[in-house]
């Protein structure tokens, strides 16, 4: 199969048909890590924390909010990952990073930092516009 060539080709390729690559959030982006970065660190720390008491119901809890730290963490690095990969997505992408920003509160929000800075990252990647 041959490839299209000449005038019509180009005015064709360059005309409204074609998506126009987007820029990604850059500031939402680095917030959104910065914030998974925390609130998995802590969430490791709690985790850890939690193994070295010996075992009980409280010890338990402490251990499972560590587990939703580390979860919590990872989420926000793929969020932050598909909006720099996904920019066209930049207003769902940012409601999840704020919902599991506040959700992280109930594993300790990486120090309150964490909780911070993915919040102002979300809002970031919401009101961004692409132009």
Same mark, same amino acid.
């Given at each position: 199969?041959?490839?299209?060539?000449?005038?019509?080709?180009?005015?064709?390729?360059?005309?409204?048909?074609?998506?126009?690559?987007?820029?990604?959030?850059? &500031? +939402?982006?680095?917030?959104?890590?910065?914030? %998974? @970065?925390? /609130? #998995?660190?802590?969430?490791? *720390?709690?985790?850890? !924390? $939690?193994?070295?008491?010996?075992?009980?119901? &409280? +010890?338990?809890?402490?251990?499972?909010?560590? %587990? @939703?730290? /580390? #979860?919590?963490?990872?989420? *926000?690095?793929?969020? !932050? $990952?598909?909006?720099?990969?996904?920019?066209?997505?930049?207003?769902?992408?940012?409601?999840?990073?704020?919902?599991?920003?506040?959700?992280?509160?109930?594993?300790?929000?990486?120090?309150?930092?964490?909780?911070?800075?993915?919040?102002?990252?979300?809002?970031?990647?919401?009101?961004?516009?692409?132009?």
């Amino acid at each position: 199969m041959s490839t299209p060539s000449g005038a019509g080709y180009r005015a064709w390729e360059d005309s409204e048909l074609l998506p126009e690559e987007q820029s990604p959030p850059t &500031a +939402a982006v680095a917030l959104a890590f910065v914030a %998974g @970065l925390l /609130i #998995l660190i802590e969430g490791a *720390l709690v985790a850890g !924390a $939690a193994s070295a008491i010996p075992s009980s119901p &409280a +010890a338990n809890l402490v251990g499972d909010l560590g %587990g @939703l730290g /580390i #979860l919590f963490g990872i989420l *926000l690095f793929i969020f !932050a $990952a598909l909006l720099w990969s996904k920019p066209d997505y930049h207003v769902i992408l940012g409601v999840l990073v704020l919902v599991i920003s506040f959700v992280s509160l109930f594993s300790g929000g990486g120090f309150f930092l964490g909780l911070l800075l993915g919040v102002i990252g979300g809002i970031l990647a919401i009101i961004h516009n692409p132009d």
